[in-house]
């Protein structure tokens, strides 16, 4: 039956470029939802940007330019990104829309009017230079600010807090009835450590920033001298976009899926799942938590250490599909991975030029030069039967892999077919039967063409682009079903004269 399935990005920062993480994670979310709306159910992918706070300010500051402008131009740039990416996203948020302010401001108006916002005093060490709150970790040896050299005062000020410890004991409840709300399960498990943490220390969450020292910012409809601080807002945003207040809102909002790495692990599973109890919105189906892409000397990629890849310059070397397929395929998704061009090169040309590659380009040589087809009358060959009890594997792999997240587990699921009719070609020797068995020869190349098309419908999710452009030759339907038999495939009878180059091998450029 047709379900309705959300996916989401975070809604990233605008204080810089988008770079080859916030890429990964879009594109990982892509990869889902291509394969979600394959499998005929209804998808609504969103993502966004994140505009207010004073880590925003300030970038636009540096910049020299007024903060609207600012935020316009970044918005844009992410915006322009995914679409040279070929990101197939639905919409996407900026925090700055009115549509966005509308639903923060009912939201909290919503959670205060019910008695969970309260006014309460703030005391923290304060860093004027930075103009926030620095939490003891940010502070060097000296008890300084990393960044000022100066020792933080401790301030105490009026600021609305939402009673989260309320809400904890009663999602710990619901996470330890159903662990899938988080995974994979080593984040599960984090998040109830986290909860647990929080329950001990007592603190609720604050969430305003007073206007006379930060005014970049959505206004507490219920004190005109404060803005909403920038988690409460921008978490809100998943709900904004999926229509919040609407009819459809509640069947779109019913399969909400949030990917997330594991930097914004606690916002995402601890403030908001109790956000969303507080406001009485029905809780999302599952966060989905992914590592890091470490450059070098193993440090997280981020634009504040500068080590980060510029996800443009690697798409114009090697192509979209081909740097999506590294992502993909590279991460264990949930733990981190290393980054650097030789992984990348041996990756590519390891499975996208030798196996995929060799494999349409020698069965798609030989049909030409063997005048054998594209035949779709041509009968199954022999092998047909060790192809099939492939195929039922990956079926069952393939689909139970991207249910589960696994991006990489389900891409290996088609290489394990794909390495299969790789040794049913060198096994039966087409070229040999060209000359002493035409007719087996006919059958034998057929049927790998059939078995061809079926690795090129499983791998559109992650391969959107190439492998469009050969089933369109082959006269193929990409919007077809993932089929589990040869013979539920349909191509056109052809003579092929050329057809585009798969994947190239590529030299290490440093
Ligand atoms: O945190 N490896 O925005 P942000 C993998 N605005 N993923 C990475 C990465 C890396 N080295 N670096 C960044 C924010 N990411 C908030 C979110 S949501 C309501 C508000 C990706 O611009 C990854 O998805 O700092 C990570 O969680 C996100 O970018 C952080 O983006």
Not at 84 to 101: A, N, P, Q, W
Not at 344 to 366: E, F, I, K, P, Y
Not at 410 to 427: H, M, T, Y
Request: glycine residues 6%.
């Amino acid at each position: 039956m047709k379900k309705s399935v959300m996916i989401t990005t975070p809604a990233y920062y605008v204080n810089a470029r988008p770079h080859i993480g916030h890429a990964y994670t879009t594109i990982a979310c892509d990869t889902w939802a291509r394969y979600q709306r394959l499998t005929g159910n209804d998808v609504f992918f969103l993502t966004g940007t994140d505009e207010h706070g004073d880590k925003i300010v300030k970038a636009a500051a540096e910049q020299g330019k007024s903060v609207e402008e600012y935020c316009d131009e970044i918005a844009g740039e992410f915006k322009s990104v995914w679409q040279s990416l070929g990101i197939s996203c639905d919409d996407m948020i900026r925090t700055t829309e009115v549509r966005h302010k509308k639903v923060v401001t009912e939201i909290l108006q919503k959670i205060y009017d019910a008695g969970d916002i309260y006014a309460g005093e703030y005391t923290g060490k304060y860093c004027f230079g930075c103009e926030r709150y620095l939490t003891d970790k940010e502070l060097n040896g000296k008890g300084e600010c990393e960044v000022h050299l100066k020792v933080p005062e401790v301030i105490s000020e009026k600021n609305y807090f939402f009673k989260m410890q309320k809400y904890l004991p009663i999602w710990k409840e619901m996470l330890l009835k159903n662990s899938s709300l988080v995974q994979p399960e080593g984040y599960y498990k984090e998040v109830l450590g986290t909860i647990d943490e929080l329950v001990k220390n007592g603190e609720d969450l604050s969430i305003s920033r007073p206007k006379k020292r930060l005014k970049w910012g959505i206004e507490i409809p219920f004190d005109k001298d404060y803005v909403t601080y920038v988690w409460f807002d921008a978490l809100i945003n998943y709900v904004s976009a999926a229509g919040y207040g609407a009819s459809s809102f509640g069947v779109r909002w019913s399969g909400a899926h949030h990917m997330i790495a594991k930097d914004i692990l606690k916002p995402h599973g601890v403030y908001w799942p109790t956000m969303l109890l507080a406001a009485q919105i029905p809780m999302y189906k599952r966060l989905i938590v992914h590592g890091y892409w470490l450059g070098f000397q193993d440090q997280k990629m981020s634009k504040s250490l500068g080590n980060a890849k510029d996800p443009l310059e690697l798409s114009a070397w090697l192509g979209n599909d081909a740097l999506r397929f590294f992502l993909m395929r590279e991460m264990n998704f949930g733990g981190d991975a290393r980054f650097s061009e030789e992984i990348m090169v041996n990756r590519l040309n390891a499975n996208l030029a030798n196996d995929l590659g060799n494999l349409v380009q020698r069965t798609l040589s030989m049909l030409k030069k063997y005048e054998c087809g594209p035949a779709p009358s041509a009968k199954l060959h022999q092998s047909g039967d060790t192809i099939h009890a492939a195929l039922k594997t990956l079926k069952k792999d393939y689909h139970q892999r991207f249910e589960s997240f696994e991006f990489h587990n389900a891409i290996e699921s088609v290489f394990v077919l794909i390495r299969l009719l790789n040794k049913i070609v060198d096994e039966y020797k087409p070229w040999q039967l060209a000359k002493e068995n035409l007719p087996e020869c006919v059958s034998l190349l057929n049927t790998l063409l059939r078995a061809i098309v079926i690795v090129l419908l499983y791998l559109r999710p992650v391969l959107p682009e190439k492998t469009a452009d050969l089933l369109s030759l082959l006269k193929v339907k990409s919007d077809e079903e993932f089929p589990d038999t040869l013979t539920a495939v349909h191509f056109a009878e052809a003579k092929l004269d050329t057809w585009p180059m798969l994947f190239q091998r590529i030299e290490i450029k440093e």
